[in-house]
Nanobody, 115 residues
Framework: QVQLVESGGGLVQPGGSLRLSCAAS????????MGWYRQAPGKERELVAV???????NYRDSVKGRFTISRDYAKNTVYLQMNSLKPEDTAVYYC?????????WGQGTQVTVSS
C-alpha cells in the first residue's frame, strides 16, 4: 500500500503559477505510473499528466506547454508545476499511483484561478 498526500494548492490569478506536491508514504521507485488528475464542480475526473518509472510523460492537450510533471525519488514525491494558469484550470487536483493490481489516490488539493 501507499498513502499519498497532496499540497500546494491555493488561489492564484490568471497567468500565475503553482507547484503541487504529492508526498508518498514509501518509495515510489517501483510504482510504474504516477499522475495528477483533476475534477471541476459538476464534471468528471480527468487526467492531467502522468509520468512512468522510466521518466516518460504524457499530458492532456489543454495543459501541454504549461504544466510539467516530475518525480523525485529521493523525496518520494511527485510534482506538478503549473504555469500560465487559466480559470478553466480551477479544480480539485488529485495525485494517483498505479500499480499492477492497485490504484491509490490522495485526498486532493483545491486550485482556484480567479482575478
Amino acid at each position: 500500500q501507499v498513502q499519498l498526500v497532496e499540497s500546494g494548492g491555493g488561489l492564484v490569478q490568471p497567468g500565475g503559477s503553482l507547484r503541487l506536491s504529492c508526498a508518498a508514504s514509501r518509495s515510489i521507485f517501483s510504482i510504474p505510473l504516477m499522475g495528477w488528475y483533476r475534477q471541476a464542480p459538476g464534471k468528471e475526473r480527468e487526467l492531467v499528466a502522468v509520468i512512468s518509472s522510466a521518466g516518460s510523460t504524457n499530458y492532456r492537450d489543454s495543459v501541454k506547454g504549461r504544466f510539467t510533471i516530475s518525480r523525485d525519488y529521493a523525496k518520494n514525491t511527485v510534482y506538478l508545476q503549473m504555469n500560465s494558469l487559466k480559470p478553466e484550470d480551477t479544480a480539485v487536483y488529485y495525485c494517483n499511483a498505479k500499480q499492477t493490481t492497485s490504484d491509490y489516490w490522495g485526498q486532493g488539493t483545491q486550485v482556484t484561478v480567479s482575478s
